[in-house]
């Protein structure tokens, strides 16, 4: 049974950083691609990162890039969203998904959020001046 528990989020400055977790259990997490997305009110829901550990890939949105980084802790079987030099722009509810991928993913593709169908709760972050 496929369970994600999403945690980290809270009050920044912007210009602040913060670290996301997703605790992955239930599968093996590594077959799997793993991402991080964001949804705001009456937006749709966003890629913000995406990992394929057994392919080597990682994804970044335009908007993050250079900013965030997504890496994995094995022993611990979490996937992290470091968030760095944040902006208004960056807030939102993070949610992280997972999804066996049925094809290669591809790197540009892969972080897509309709191809994801297992889903943990939101982690809200906020950013003030």
């Known amino acids: 049974d496929v369970q994600l528990q999403a945690s980290g989020g809270g009050l920044v400055q912007a210009g602040g950083s913060l670290t996301l977790s997703c605790a992955a259990s239930?599968?093996?997490?590594?077959?799997?691609?793993i991402g991080w997305f964001r949804q705001v009110p009456g937006k749709e829901r966003e890629g913000v990162s995406c990992?394929?550990?057994?392919?080597?890939?990682?994804y970044y949105s335009d908007s993050v890039k250079g900013r965030f980084t997504i890496s994995v802790d094995d022993a611990k079987n979490t996937v992290y969203l470091r968030m760095n030099s944040l902006k208004f722009e960056d807030m939102g509810d993070y949610y992280c998904?997972?999804?066996?991928?049925?094809?290669?993913?591809?790197?540009?593709?892969?972080?897509?959020?309709?191809?994801?169908?297992?889903w943990g709760q939101g982690t809200l972050v906020t950013v003030s001046s």
């Open positions: 990992i394929s550990e057994s392919d080597g890939l990682t």
């Open positions: 998904a997972a999804v066996w991928p049925k094809s290669p993913p591809k790197s540009a593709t892969m972080c897509s959020y309709n191809l994801f169908d297992h």
């Open positions: 239930g599968f093996p997490r590594e077959e799997y691609v």
